[in-house]
């Protein structure tokens, strides 16, 4: 992430391969089409209708956010 709103979310992203930044919008749409290049990540909605995108869990406590 490399930007986010006044209410915290985040709406944009980089890659950190190619430093390419994407908007919130576009990740979200790769991942929901199912492009391999995001298979580490998916989608969560809120009952507020706010989409959220998060890193799928690896197994590791030692990069968990408490």
């Known amino acids: 992430m490399i930007e986010q709103s006044e209410s915290g979310l985040n709406t ?5 391969d190619t430093g390419y930044t ?3 919008e576009h990740v979200i ?3 929901n089409n199912g492009n391999p290049n995001y298979a580490r990540y998916h989608t969560v909605t809120n009952p507020n ?3 959220y995108v ?4 690896d197994g590791s ?5 408490e």
């Open 29 to 31: 749409d790769q991942i």
């Open 54 to 57: 998060r890193s799928n869990a």
């Open 22 to 24: 994407f908007s919130r």
């Open 61 to 65: 406590k030692n990069n968990n956010i």
């Open 49 to 51: 209708g706010t989409v």
């Open 12 to 16: 944009r992203f980089v890659n950190q």
